[in-house]
């Protein structure tokens, strides 16, 4: 059976000036969509990705913001010039784990329209630039009320 759920990422303490943005699209193929510059304060992204569920099974995440194999998909942030700012010095990527999110969640989350995923990431590293790689820390997925 197939489903389909909406994810908010709050990204906290952008780095000043450095465009982010979701990556629809897989490859040499992709888009940069919902760009925002970073303020230093907090980002907010939103899409819908599909879940394929079957008892027994960890769920399987569809459709063009689901990157990485199956069993093992995430999400990716572009960061600076893969955002589309030509005239950042930053070409990065923020990598955001699916994984946490369970079968319980994605059922709650459908049986409700008001609600959603939601995972806050850190979105500059120590030194002050804007995070990248596999997020760390992360705290995970929780179910929220959407706004």
């Not at 784990?97 to 850190?122: H, R």
């Amino acid at each position: 059976m197939e489903l389909e759920i909406i994810l908010r990422i709050i990204l906290e303490d952008s780095t000043p000036g450095v465009d982010y943005g979701l990556q629809e699209g897989k490859g040499v193929d992709f888009k940069t969509v919902e760009t925002k510059r970073g303020h230093g304060g907090s980002l907010q992204f939103e899409c819908r990705v599909r879940v394929k569920s079957s008892a027994g099974n960890p769920p399987v995440f569809l459709g063009p913001f689901a990157q990485g194999p199956r069993g093992d998909r995430f999400i990716y942030i572009d960061i600076g010039t893969f955002a589309g700012q030509k005239d950042s010095c930053w070409s990065r990527r923020l990598k955001i784990p699916l994984t946490g999110i369970t079968p319980e969640i994605i059922k709650q989350s459908v049986s409700d329209s008001n609600m959603l995923c939601e995972a806050f990431v850190p979105g500059s590293e120590k030194g002050g630039g804007p995070n990248c790689g596999t997020v760390k820390p992360f705290n995970g997925w929780k179910l929220r009320r959407s706004e």
